[in-house]
């Protein structure tokens, strides 16, 4: 009998270690990942000191998750730096060595960038990739349709998860303040996808 409760005990913590690690696509404190189902992963970190003020720390990286585990990853801004992202209890752990070099992060993020920064998980997604606009302003329709009803816009260099892709136009999720959520279409001529610079 001890046996079965100890074999079941040890299924149990197996089970449980395995959903801990397991890093998912969302968003946390700063930071929004997307994970597609070959286990790329790319992400894109942005804070600020204060609402509108300079400097902006923002920078973003790509890896790619074999094991669920510790994920290499490659970050850039002007500059690229090394680094890694894991799953934690309560969100993702984010390590960039030299990551205060990146754009406006020494001022703003400090030194803990390069020892690994834990980020409370907000929203998980089922994001594919990441995509930029490309315009001033690129409108959100409720509909893979030019004349549906507009649902909002983002504006040049927001950054917004890719759900799916058909009849020419993106359908994505932009977060505000990690707090609402807009969701909806965007033309696919209008973003730009977030892949890694050319070595």
Same mark, same amino acid.
């Given at each position: !009998? !001890?046996?079965?409760? +100890?074999? $079941? $005990? +040890?299924?149990?913590? &197996?089970?449980?270690? &395995? #959903?801990?690690?397991?890093? +998912?696509?969302?968003?946390?404190?700063?930071?929004?990942?997307?994970?597609?189902?070959?286990?790329?992963?790319?992400?894109?970190?942005?804070?600020?000191?204060?609402?509108?003020?300079?400097? #902006?720390?923002? $920078?973003?990286?790509?890896?790619?998750?074999?094991n669920g585990d510790n994920v290499k990853v490659v970050s850039w801004s002007s500059e690229q730096k090394k680094g890694e992202i894991s799953a934690s209890d309560t969100g993702v752990v984010l390590k960039i060595s030299e990551g205060t070099e990146h754009d406006g992060c020494i001022n703003? #993020?400090?030194?803990?960038?390069?020892?690994?920064?834990? +980020?409370?998980? #907000?929203?998980? !997604?089922?994001?594919?990739?990441?995509?930029?606009?490309?315009?001033?302003k690129v409108y959100i329709y409720a509909l893979p349709v030019v004349n549906s009803k507009k649902k909002g816009w983002i504006i040049q260099q927001d950054v917004a998860g890719v759900v799916e892709k058909q009849n020419g136009f993106t359908h994505i999720q932009y977060i505000i303040d990690n707090k609402k959520v807009t969701d909806g279409w965007v033309l696919n001529d209008a973003v730009d996808e977030v892949v890694p610079p050319q070595r």
């Amino acid at each position: !009998m !001890m046996g079965r409760y +100890l074999f $079941f $005990f +040890l299924l149990l913590s &197996s089970t449980t270690a &395995s #959903i801990a690690s397991d890093l +998912l696509p969302g968003a946390y404190d700063k930071l929004i990942v997307s994970k597609d189902k070959s286990g790329d992963i790319r992400g894109y970190y942005q804070e600020s000191l204060g609402k509108h003020q300079d400097p #902006i720390c923002s $920078f973003y990286f790509y890896g790619h998750d074999t094991n669920g585990d510790n994920v290499k990853v490659v970050s850039w801004s002007s500059e690229q730096k090394k680094g890694e992202i894991s799953a934690s209890d309560t969100g993702v752990v984010l390590k960039i060595s030299e990551g205060t070099e990146h754009d406006g992060c020494i001022n703003v #993020i400090g030194p803990q960038i390069n020892t690994g920064v834990n +980020l409370k998980k #907000i929203y998980v !997604m089922n994001w594919q990739s990441l995509v930029t606009a490309k315009n001033d302003k690129v409108y959100i329709y409720a509909l893979p349709v030019v004349n549906s009803k507009k649902k909002g816009w983002i504006i040049q260099q927001d950054v917004a998860g890719v759900v799916e892709k058909q009849n020419g136009f993106t359908h994505i999720q932009y977060i505000i303040d990690n707090k609402k959520v807009t969701d909806g279409w965007v033309l696919n001529d209008a973003v730009d996808e977030v892949v890694p610079p050319q070595r």
